[in-house]
Each structure stands twice: as structure tokens, then as C-alpha cells.
């Protein structure tokens, strides 16, 4: 069985960067997209990007490109989400989650339990 | 960029059918995948743009599409199932995926 476990709660100030982890158990780390989505509280779901270890690529929102950059550690099959430059609006709970096979078709078939990102003067 | 919209809320009457919209230009080329979420958790993939069921969800959940609407149906509606409900798909203008709303089902 497949287990994504995020790093804990963050509370940064404004123009601060943060970093969230994502460690992957079970499955195969390598093969799959791994995403990042958000949600800022009381609000809905927001796809940010993911990246497909294997090949090294990554896609980001046109809305996140610039301050966020996605990226793997193999050998500990852990997933790294840094936003740069924080505004109290990306204060959120920030997920990671598996997609597809060699792509990233919108299909998350297992989560992270979710780590909350809260930016603060 | 393209929207996926939903209704803000459904309410169904428990044990009957609850049926869960998505409109957007994305699902004329995609079919929609469909998330729960229960507050304070995690949303849980109950029904995929390939017309599966992940195993553990119940067959009263079933997804089908027509044009540029995606349904989610819940047959039989429990109070287990009221819940935040999310559809999202891929696109090809703007972002790479795309997430509705969400609909908060509640279960009368």
C-alpha cells in the first residue's frame, strides 16, 4: 500500500519561502507523477504542479511559475514543494499526491495527510 | 484558461439519488475524475476519468459524462456520503489540470 507522509505545520512570514516534503512508501516512487495541490481555508481544491521523477519534468501554474519549484530526492523516494516569495494568501493546507503513471493526468489515487502553511506578519 | 463549475450545494433526501454536476469546455476532450473530502481530511478518489471505481468505494458511486457535463451519482444516498465533492480533468489551455469548486452534498 502506497503512503505519502508531509512534514509538519510551517508558519512563515510575508516574502519568506517554505519548503514541504513528501515521503512515498510502497508503489514505485520513480514512475509516477507526483503533485502538489492546496487549499486555503474554507475555499476549494487548487492544482500548483507535479513533477514525473523518472524524467525529471515538472509543470507549475502560470499563476505559481516563478515561485515554486518542485523536485525529488530518489534515493529516499521523498517529493519537495518550495514557494518562494509568501503573501498571506498562500496560506493554506498544502497536499502532495500520486498521479499516473509516467504523467500527471489529474488522477490522484493516494494523499498526503495534508500540511499547513500558515504566512504571517 | 478553462473553469470547471459545480453547484455550491446538493442536498438529497437519505437513500435516494444524489447526482453531482460538472460543466467545462475541458471534459469535450477529457473525462472528469471525481474526489471526496470529509472536514479536516484528505480528498479520496472515488470514481476516475477511466470509468473506475478505486476499490473500497462503494458501487453506489458512478461517474458518466455527456458533452461538456460530467455527473457523479450516488445512489442510494447515505449520511456517511455527505461530504465535499470535487471534479477536476485535464486541459489543454492554461494549466495542465483543473479542479472545480467543489459541491458540499448534505444528506437530509
Known amino acids: 500500500q502506497v503512503q505519502l507522509v508531509q512534514s509538519g505545520a510551517e508558519v512563515k512570514k510575508p516574502g519568506s519561502s517554505v519548503k514541504v516534503s513528501c515521503k512515498a512508501s510502497?508503489?514505485?516512487?520513480?514512475?509516477?507523477?507526483l503533485s502538489w495541490v492546496r487549499q486555503a481555508p474554507g475555499q476549494g481544491l487548487e492544482w500548483m504542479g507535479a513533477i514525473i521523477p523518472v524524467f525529471g519534468r515538472t509543470q507549475y501554474t502560470q499563476k505559481s511559475q516563478g515561485r515554486l519549484t518542485i523536485t525529488t530526492e530518489e534515493s529516499t523516494s521523498t517529493a519537495y514543494m518550495e514557494l518562494s516569495g509568501l503573501r498571506p494568501d498562500d496560506t493554506a493546507i498544502y497536499y502532495c499526491?500520486?498521479?499516473?503513471?509516467?504523467?500527471?493526468?489529474?488522477?490522484?489515487?493516494?494523499w498526503g495527510q495534508g500540511t499547513l502553511v500558515t504566512v504571517s506578519p | 484558461s478553462s473553469e470547471l463549475t459545480q453547484d455550491p450545494a446538493v442536498s438529497v433526501a437519505l437513500g435516494q439519488t444524489a447526482k453531482i454536476t460538472c460543466q467545462g469546455d475541458s471534459l469535450r476532450s477529457y473525462y472528469a475524475t471525481w474526489y471526496q473530502q470529509k472536514p479536516g481530511q484528505a480528498p479520496v478518489l472515488v470514481f476516475s476519468a477511466n470509468n473506475n471505481r478505486p476499490s473500497g468505494i462503494p458501487d453506489r458511486f458512478s461517474g458518466s459524462k455527456s458533452g461538456t457535463t460530467a455527473v457523479l451519482t450516488i445512489a442510494g444516498a447515505r449520511a456517511e456520503d455527505e461530504a465535499d465533492y470535487y471534479c477536476n480533468s485535464r486541459d489543454t489551455s492554461g494549466d495542465p489540470v483543473i479542479f472545480g469548486g467543489g459541491t458540499k452534498l448534505t444528506v437530509l
Open positions: 499526491a500520486r498521479g499516473g503513471a509516467y504523467g500527471d493526468y489529474g488522477e490522484y489515487d493516494f
Open positions: 510502497g508503489g514505485s516512487f520513480s514512475r509516477h507523477a
